[in-house]
């Protein structure tokens, strides 16, 4: 005999946009996450004197970051 399921498999779906709390999802982290990686690399970039590459990766991060300016909403 196996033991019921202790929550539904519809929870898993609750991923994109928001959770059921209204609180940011986790695809919205790793959006935020990685945008906020390529524009601290492009700080430093900048600071190391590549100045195209740095704020070609400031420009990336902005893009892809989940705030005002995202390529994915």
């Known amino acids: ?9 519809r929870d898993a779906q609750r991923v994109w946009p928001v959770d ?6 986790s ?3 790793v959006l935020w996450l990685i945008a906020v ?4 690399a492009g700080i430093v970039t900048l600071v190391r004197g ?3 590459a740095g704020v ?3 420009i990336v991060g902005l893009l892809v970051g989940p705030g005002g ?3 994915f909403t």
Do not use: D, K, N, W
Not at 1 to 9: D, E, K, L
């Open 1 to 9: 005999m196996t033991p019921p399921r202790s929550q539904p498999a």
């Open 20 to 25: 059921g709390a209204g609180s940011p999802s």
């Open 27 to 29: 695809m919205e982290f």
């Open 37 to 40: 990686i390529l524009v601290v």
């Open 50 to 52: 590549g100045v195209l």
């Open 56 to 58: 070609l990766l400031i």
């Open 69 to 71: 300016v995202s390529v």
